[in-house]
């Protein structure tokens, strides 16, 4: 949500958040392997995925409501759309997941685009706004500007209003996307796989379990919310008058809004409406006969599912679970008029609250004081998640972090074991280096000491004076001398 609106699109409707619920219908069989016919399929992860997926679906509705930013409603709004999903898994309603992932992509990437271009042309008016105050010779005015151009958020829905007038073609295409996600009947692509969803929790009604029923209520109820927070969003982007001087000259301008922005929206809107279309039950009145005639094989996108799996080992399992079929559920008037009144219902009330009288620059939002200011302010901040997983898990993680592992772990036994490791080889460095100094130095340094010495002790044999060698020769003659006397007084003595 907070990259770029392109990427916005491309993760949210077609590729990292729907790849869940690709991977669930792919690998569907090994969820429904255990399961019990008579018993509607809820059994461990099924049951667990229907409740979970229908209560994200609502759960994620409600944020939505009070969110302001214009992404942030489609990220909430996607997040239900998937619990949708989810919970028509959990139900076995396997291709009415596969129908609503598809229809699904189309409208929401329309909306993340348009919303793209509608943040484009925030923020050309803004900067509009900061080069005209620019020109006024830096006077106090051009001082406030620059702390308004600080703080101004050009995703803020509070900052929008009358666009309708300046960006026509964002305008329809939004529109188009915001319909097909709120499920306007018969008109839009997001009906048909909704109301195919609704009629299959419906179908398990009449089968007597209990569970679908829970499921067919919180899906209703999140569809009323959806229709209701997208004509909320609608309202507050495109309707009244400009509530901020970006707003008042956003899109204007040659460029501004360009055919490169607006083509993709005109061909998504297109498939907004038109995809619904190859899913259209064959027994739905007049619709069914002329969108899924039994002479094109009835429901074309049914056909095409199931080929997907054409060999699948669970066929006959499918075949032998009323749930389970393969074909669109009948037409029931129940989930049909369910459908008719949670749109319509849901969209009649946002079009009293936010079209009828549209917000102006300074109002609060009529919302909160229909839910209440503490209501409100708990949606706004999500439940505060957010904060609860802070305090949960961020904190307790760090604490965790810095106590057990930075100092008990890291600094007491692995740096005192490195410590103590260093220490002991510094102090086997000491002792070799006594014994370095003691014996090696020692011996290596102590015979050229000697020899050094002898040689001062016998330099002094050579003096250069005459009269002290005649004396050694005397010397020495006279050793001599003795030395032979004394030999031969004991040759004498010998003999």
Same mark, same amino acid.
């Given at each position: 949500?907070?990259?770029?609106?392109?990427?916005?699109?491309?993760?949210?409707?077609?590729?990292?958040?729907?790849?869940?619920?690709?991977?669930?219908?792919?690998?569907?069989?090994?969820?429904?392997?255990?399961?019990?016919?008579?018993?509607?399929?809820?059994?461990?992860?099924?049951?667990?995925?229907?409740?979970?997926?229908?209560?994200?679906?609502?759960?994620?509705?409600?944020?939505?409501?009070?969110?302001?930013?214009?992404?942030?409603?489609?990220?909430?709004?996607?997040?239900?759309?998937?619990?949708?999903?989810?919970?028509?898994?959990? /139900? &076995?309603?396997?291709?009415? *997941?596969? =129908?609503? #992932?598809? @229809?699904?992509? +189309?409208?929401?990437?329309?909306?993340?685009? !348009?919303?793209?271009?509608?943040?484009?042309?925030?923020?050309?008016?803004?900067?509009?706004?900061?080069?005209?105050?620019?020109?006024?010779?830096?006077?106090?005015?051009?001082?406030?500007?620059?702390?308004?151009?600080?703080?101004?958020?050009?995703?803020?829905?509070?900052?929008?209003?009358?666009?309708?007038?300046?960006?026509?073609?964002?305008?329809?295409?939004?529109? /188009? &996307?915001?319909?097909?996600? *709120?499920? =306007?009947? #018969?008109? @839009?692509?997001? +009906?048909?796989?909704?109301?195919?969803?609704? !009629?299959?929790?419906?179908?398990?009604?009449?089968?007597?379990?209990?569970?679908?029923?829970?499921?067919?209520?919180?899906?209703?109820?999140?569809?009323?919310?959806?229709?209701?927070?997208?004509?909320?969003?609608?309202?507050?982007?495109?309707?009244?008058?400009?509530?901020?001087?970006?707003?008042?000259?956003?899109?204007?301008?040659?460029?501004?809004?360009?055919?490169?922005?607006?083509?993709?929206?005109?061909?998504?809107?297109?498939?907004?409406?038109?995809?619904?279309?190859?899913?259209?039950?064959?027994?739905?009145?007049?619709?069914?006969?002329?969108?899924?005639?039994?002479?094109?094989?009835?429901?074309?996108?049914?056909?095409?599912?199931?080929?997907?799996?054409?060999?699948?080992?669970?066929?006959?399992?499918?075949?032998?679970?009323?749930?389970?079929?393969?074909?669109?559920?009948?037409?029931?008037?129940?989930?049909?008029?369910?459908?008719?009144?949670?749109?319509?219902?849901?969209?009649?009330?946002?079009?009293?609250?936010?079209?009828?009288?549209?917000?102006?620059?300074?109002?609060?939002?009529?919302?909160?004081?229909?839910?209440?200011?503490?209501?409100?302010?708990?949606?706004?901040?999500?439940?505060?998640?957010?904060?609860?997983?802070?305090?949960?898990?961020?904190?307790?993680?760090?604490?965790?972090?810095?106590?057990?592992?930075?100092?008990?772990?890291?600094?007491?036994?692995?740096?005192?074991?490195?410590?103590?490791?260093?220490?002991?080889?510094?102090?086997?460095?000491?002792?070799?280096?006594?014994?370095?100094?003691?014996?090696?130095?020692?011996?290596?340094?102590?015979?050229?000491?000697?020899?050094?010495?002898?040689?001062?002790?016998?330099?002094?044999?050579?003096?250069?004076?005459?009269?002290?060698?005649?004396?050694?020769?005397?010397?020495?003659?006279?050793?001599?001398?003795?030395?032979?006397?004394?030999?031969?007084?004991?040759?004498?003595?010998?003999?």
């Amino acid at each position: 949500m907070e990259g770029p609106t392109p990427v916005s699109a491309m993760i949210h409707a077609a590729a990292m958040v729907s790849a869940g619920i690709y991977a669930v219908i792919r690998m569907f069989p090994l969820f429904v392997a255990g399961a019990d016919p008579h018993h509607g399929l809820f059994n461990g992860p099924l049951l667990l995925m229907a409740l979970v997926g229908a209560g994200t679906a609502l759960f994620a509705a409600t944020i939505a409501l009070a969110q302001n930013d214009v992404k942030r409603v489609l990220a909430y709004s996607t997040i239900s759309q998937l619990g949708f999903m989810m919970a028509a898994l959990g /139900i &076995g309603a396997w291709v009415a *997941a596969a =129908f609503h #992932l598809i @229809t699904h992509a +189309f409208f929401k990437a329309l909306l993340f685009m !348009a919303s793209g271009s509608v943040i484009h042309g925030m923020e050309h008016g803004e900067h509009h706004v900061h080069e005209h105050a620019h020109d006024d010779d830096h006077d106090d005015h051009h001082g406030h500007d620059d702390e308004h151009e600080e703080a101004f958020d050009p995703q803020d829905m509070m900052n929008m209003g009358g666009l309708q007038q300046r960006m026509p073609v964002t305008f329809i295409t939004f529109l /188009i &996307g915001g319909f097909s996600l *709120a499920g =306007f009947p #018969l008109l @839009t692509a997001g +009906f048909w796989s909704k109301d195919e969803i609704l !009629a299959d929790a419906w179908l398990g009604v009449t089968h007597g379990y209990l569970p679908h029923a829970l499921v067919f209520i919180l899906l209703a109820l999140a569809a009323f919310l959806t229709a209701f927070y997208t004509m909320r969003q609608l309202g507050l982007t495109f309707r009244g008058e400009a509530r901020t001087e970006a707003a008042r000259h956003a899109g204007l301008g040659r460029g501004v809004v360009s055919v490169t922005m607006t083509l993709p929206l005109l061909g998504l809107a297109v498939f907004a409406i038109l995809a619904g279309y190859l899913g259209v039950p064959e027994d739905f009145p007049l619709f069914g006969a002329l969108f899924s005639p039994e002479a094109v094989g009835g429901n074309r996108f049914h056909h095409f599912v199931v080929e997907a799996l054409p060999h699948n080992s669970a066929t006959a399992f499918f075949a032998s679970v009323p749930d389970m079929q393969v074909s669109a559920p009948p037409f029931m008037l129940v989930p049909v008029a369910t459908s008719f009144i949670v749109a319509l219902g849901g969209l009649y009330l946002g079009h009293r609250m936010y079209w009828r009288r549209p917000l102006r620059a300074g109002e609060a939002d009529p919302l909160i004081k229909v839910l209440g200011a503490e209501v409100h302010e708990i949606l706004r901040n999500k439940y505060y998640l957010d904060e609860l997983y802070e305090r949960i898990f961020v904190r307790p993680s760090f604490w965790i972090a810095h106590r057990a592992v930075d100092e008990f772990l890291d600094r007491g036994i692995i740096d005192g074991i490195l410590h103590l490791i260093g220490r002991v080889f510094t102090w086997i460095g000491d002792l070799l280096k006594v014994l370095n100094a003691w014996l090696i130095d020692g011996v290596g340094d102590g015979i050229p000491e000697g020899i050094v010495a002898l040689g001062l002790r016998l330099r002094h044999l050579q003096t250069g004076r005459v009269q002290q060698y005649l004396l050694y020769i005397a010397i020495a003659a006279i050793l001599i001398g003795i030395v032979f006397a004394a030999s031969a007084g004991t040759m004498v003595t010998a003999g």
